[in-house]
């Protein structure tokens, strides 16, 4: 078990072997050097990236997260398994985790009078608990609104509005959301798009003289969730669920009108909590929805 803020997980990049001991060897007792990256069976280390003022004179607690697949999407449930304390164990973090860094995922606020006091969101899988650790230390004060931008620059977050969607769905047949989102027209948009990456499985280069190299779990490429798409944007993704959603698209460049739709394919029954991010690149807005999902 680990007790961690954000140093620990920038480590996690260079330290993938943690928690895969197995694997960290060949048969016959030969180890693999340099940095392996796993498609699977890897945990998740929740991360405490600092806290921030609130306007009501107490405090905002801001914590991410570092699922260390490169492929495989995880499903914590609220409980023992993911919980945050005190107040929990639901204080709004998420129960579906996509890989790598994920930054941002939610926040807990606290009253001005909180002290040396600590929030503690706990996360276990594949039976090893990880720890991150939020208190008010003066040196992890950050900006979550600027994040290193010219705030000379008075942006406001887009407005975002989901329109009423069916709270029911069957499994694999496509529910279309809609979505309406007015921005302030800042910061202007670029000139040229950006280019959009597909995620798949890690590659693993053996470097000469070396053991052969391990078998990853073989993973399914996907596009990336926003990446490469610039201006004012709409992104689905799930918050909470049992299994990942497929949205097509799977985020939505925001023309004059304001408005998106998009379809959401489910592949296993269960309740969702599917959430709508508007971006304009430097502030963003979010929106919840919640699905039952059954089978045909």
Same mark, same amino acid.
């Given at each position: 078990m680990?007790r961690?803020?954000?140093?620990? /997980?920038? !480590? +996690?990049?260079v330290c993938?072997? &943690? +928690?895969?001991? @197995?694997? !960290?060897?060949q048969?016959?007792g030969?180890?693999?050097g340099g940095?392996?990256?796993y498609s699977s069976?890897?945990n998740?280390?929740?991360?405490f990236? /600092?806290?921030?003022?609130?306007?009501d004179?107490?405090f905002t607690?801001?914590?991410?997260y570092l699922? #260390?697949n490169?492929?495989?999407e995880?499903? =914590?449930p609220? /409980?023992p398994?993911?919980n *945050?304390e005190? +107040?929990?164990?639901d204080?709004?973090?998420?129960?579906y985790?996509y $890989?790598r860094?994920n930054?941002?995922a939610f926040t807990?606020t606290v009253?001005?009078?909180?002290?040396?006091?600590?929030v503690?969101?706990? *996360?276990t899988v594949?039976?090893r608990t990880?720890?991150? %650790? /939020?208190?008010?230390?003066?040196e992890w004060?950050i900006?979550? =609104?600027?994040?290193?931008?010219?705030r000379s620059?008075e942006?406001?977050?887009?407005?975002?509005?989901?329109e009423?969607a069916?709270p029911?769905?069957?499994?694999? &047949?496509?529910?279309?959301?809609?979505?309406a &989102?007015?921005?302030d027209?800042l910061p202007?948009?670029?000139?040229?798009?950006?280019?959009?990456r597909? @995620?798949g499985?890690p590659t693993f280069?053996?470097p000469p003289?070396?053991p052969?190299?391990?078998v990853n *779990? $073989? +993973?399914i490429e996907?596009?990336s969730?926003? #990446?490469? @798409?610039?201006?004012l944007?709409?992104?689905?993704?799930?918050?909470?669920g049992?299994a990942? %959603?497929?949205?097509?698209?799977? %985020?939505s460049?925001?023309k004059?009108?304001?408005?998106t739709?998009v379809?959401?394919?489910?592949?296993?029954p269960?309740?969702?909590?599917?959430?709508a991010?508007a971006?304009d690149?430097?502030?963003?807005a979010t929106?919840?929805?919640s699905?039952? &999902?059954s089978e045909?």
């Amino acid at each position: 078990m680990s007790r961690s803020r954000w140093f620990f /997980g920038v !480590s +996690g990049v260079v330290c993938l072997l &943690v +928690g895969s001991g @197995a694997a !960290s060897a060949q048969p016959g007792g030969r180890h693999l050097g340099g940095n392996i990256k796993y498609s699977s069976g890897q945990n998740i280390q929740p991360i405490f990236e /600092g806290w921030s003022k609130s306007p009501d004179g107490g405090f905002t607690m801001h914590f991410a997260y570092l699922n #260390r697949n490169h492929v495989e999407e995880l499903h =914590v449930p609220i /409980g023992p398994e993911n919980n *945050v304390e005190p +107040g929990g164990p639901d204080r709004a973090q998420p129960t579906y985790f996509y $890989p790598r860094f994920n930054r941002a995922a939610f926040t807990v606020t606290v009253p001005n009078d909180w002290g040396k006091k600590e929030v503690t969101w706990t *996360v276990t899988v594949r039976g090893r608990t990880e720890k991150a %650790v /939020g208190w008010l230390q003066p040196e992890w004060e950050i900006d979550p =609104v600027s994040r290193g931008i010219d705030r000379s620059v008075e942006n406001a977050a887009p407005t975002l509005s989901i329109e009423k969607a069916p709270p029911r769905a069957t499994v694999a &047949v496509p529910l279309t959301l809609a979505a309406a &989102v007015a921005d302030d027209g800042l910061p202007p948009p670029p000139k040229t798009a950006g280019r959009s990456r597909a @995620a798949g499985p890690p590659t693993f280069q053996v470097p000469p003289n070396s053991p052969s190299e391990p078998v990853n *779990v $073989p +993973g399914i490429e996907r596009e990336s969730r926003g #990446r490469g @798409a610039r201006g004012l944007t709409v992104t689905w993704f799930v918050w909470r669920g049992p299994a990942a %959603v497929e949205f097509d698209p799977p %985020v939505s460049e925001i023309k004059d009108a304001g408005k998106t739709a998009v379809t959401a394919t489910f592949a296993r029954p269960g309740e969702y909590v599917l959430r709508a991010r508007a971006s304009d690149t430097w502030a963003s807005a979010t929106e919840d929805i919640s699905i039952t &999902v059954s089978e045909r």
